[in-house]
């Protein structure tokens, strides 16, 4: 009993600690909270008692949907692991052509709920003012509060089962990660937006000024910046999404970048700039051909510390995409139209890895011994400059072998049609031989990845029945192409979906060109 009330203390304790991580000057200095009411559950708590719980944001959410049937549905997606029901809000049908799909989530990540908040902020916004009514003539939103139900509750950054969900992406080892991706596949979003937040105060800043580093910025972006996404889209994410976002919290005083990380190398330390993993939702997201952006908000280990200004923050960002999406319909829609059509149409290459730019900067850094902001030039891998260093042509299809199931269960996940054959078929295609493996030597979520390298032979081989096919003139494509390419970061090889040897052959073929054998009887 001792021994437990001891853990006990040390838990809050170090709840307590990381709360107040950031100085109040700092605080009073940058990051004041607005001169507003925000009327969501956890801001209309006292400080001292934390955030909301399951029960009373399943009670908010209930109260706030109630008698609106016409406007909004509460929905439930499914249970986590520890049994807690996983809400969703739909905003209309999604099955209008006239309209847009809208996707939002936050909570992906238990530990950062500003998002979570900012998100229920958007919801009042959109049932309780004029401006939000009109949003919603000209789109179908379905709104994800908390994508991480059982971390949430933990204040856990991690599921039930220990797994990273925006690390989750590719190999599914979640069932939440599933059931939130069989909703998105069936919403069909043609934007996509989801909510974090990041940690300003971190052990990687230190060689940045003598007095310790801080990060400055309310609001860091990250729209991906995977090659494999078409240019349209990537482009557009920045160029409109993106940038009308920053003008919008540049006129309500809030500041803003481009989502960054910090590694130490021996001549110093440089930034990393831009999405290209499969593995998180940035990335996942625009590959099923959506405008998509990750956003940051300055937030984990400051507890309450600036809520309403983090909940504002996400607010303003949020409501700023759906203002672009709805003055951009004409636009969005053709961009994502083109999108799909270079995608069947296997218009672009895959670029199967690439190389970010190393390039020059200004960031601004707040000096926490002086409690000033600081200006300096960093060097930065910028990901949206990227140079492809292993680059194949698209093919026909891909085919599996029966062994495949795996591989073909997570594809579906995805929403890429899989076709089965009942019979065994003959045919020209070309085989990956694994020439060289390196293995990590720590485990990361009970796998140890592998990065391999191929090389391509021709030769006719006879796939039985039982085997896969997967056509890539489908518009979700760009997910088979991403992840069955044996070198590919975060792809089926390097997650150990697949497994291989050094010499083998894998079981993942390219069929290059001319027309497929009738596949079913």
Request: hydrophobic share 40%; net charge positive.
């Amino acid at each position: 009993m001792i021994k437990n009330l001891f853990i006990s203390f040390l838990i809050l304790f170090s709840i307590k600690l990381s709360a107040q991580i950031q100085p109040v000057r700092m605080t009073e200095k940058f990051f004041p909270n607005p001169a507003i009411q925000i009327q969501t559950p956890t801001n209309q708590k006292p400080t001292e008692q934390g955030l909301c719980t399951y029960d009373e944001m399943i009670s908010y959410l209930q109260s706030l949907t109630k008698d609106r049937k016409e406007t909004v549905r509460l929905e439930m997606l499914g249970k986590t692991t520890k049994g807690n029901e996983i809400p969703i809000l739909y905003f209309g049908e999604g099955k209008d052509p006239n309209k847009l799909n809208i996707w939002l989530q936050g909570g992906l990540h238990g530990n950062e709920p500003a998002g979570t908040e900012g998100l229920f902020m958007l919801m009042e916004y959109l049932l309780h003012s004029e401006k939000g009514a009109l949003l919603l003539k000209e789109m179908d939103i379905a709104i994800l509060p908390v994508a991480n139900i059982d971390g949430y509750i933990a204040q856990k950054r991690t599921s039930a089962n220990g797994y990273d969900l925006n690390r989750d992406q590719t190999k599914y080892s979640d069932p939440v990660s599933a059931v939130i991706k069989r909703a998105f596949v069936s919403w069909k979003p043609e934007a996509a937006f989801d909510f974090h937040e990041y940690q300003p105060i971190r052990k990687e800043f230190d060689p940045i000024l003598k007095g310790g580093a801080a990060a400055f910025y309310d609001a860091l972006f990250l729209p991906s910046t995977n090659l494999n996404i078409p240019a349209g889209l990537r482009k557009m994410s920045v160029d409109l999404f993106q940038t009308n976002s920053e003008n919008t919290l540049n006129k309500e005083g809030y500041s803003h970048n481009f989502y960054f990380s910090a590694v130490n190398e021996p001549d110093g330390i440089k930034l990393n700039k831009g999405a290209e993993s499969i593995r998180s939702s940035s990335t996942s997201y625009a590959l099923s051909n959506s405008i998509s952006i990750l956003v940051e908000i300055r937030g984990i280990g400051l507890g309450r510390t600036s809520f309403a200004r983090r909940t504002n923050s996400c607010f303003l960002v949020a409501k700023s995409f759906l203002e672009t999406a709805a003055g951009h319909k004409k636009e969005l829609k053709k961009c994502v139209a083109i999108a799909n059509k270079q995608t069947v149409k296997r218009i672009n290459d895959i670029v199967v890895t690439a190389d970010k730019k190393l390039v020059t900067y200004p960031m601004k850094f707040i000096d926490i011994s002086k409690n000033e902001l600081v200006n300096l030039d960093m060097k930065v891998y910028d990901g949206s400059l990227s140079i492809p260093t292993l680059v194949r042509k698209r093919p026909v299809a891909y085919l599996l072998l029966p062994e495949c199931k795996a591989e073909v269960e997570r594809l579906r996940i995805l929403g890429v049609k899989v076709e089965e054959t009942e019979q065994s078929i003959i045919i020209p295609v070309e085989n990956y031989m694994i020439i060289k493996k390196v293995e990590e030597t720590v485990k990361w979520e009970g796998i140890y990845p592998v990065q391999v390298e191929a090389t391509l032979h021709e030769l006719t081989k006879t796939f039985p029945a039982g085997s896969y096919v997967i056509r890539l003139a489908q518009e979700n494509a760009n997910f088979a192409v991403t992840l069955l390419e044996p070198e590919s970061e975060n792809g089926f090889v390097n997650y150990c979906v697949t497994k291989t040897a050094i010499g083998s052959e894998l079981p993942v073929y390219r069929f290059g060109r001319g027309k497929l054998p009738e596949i079913r009887k």
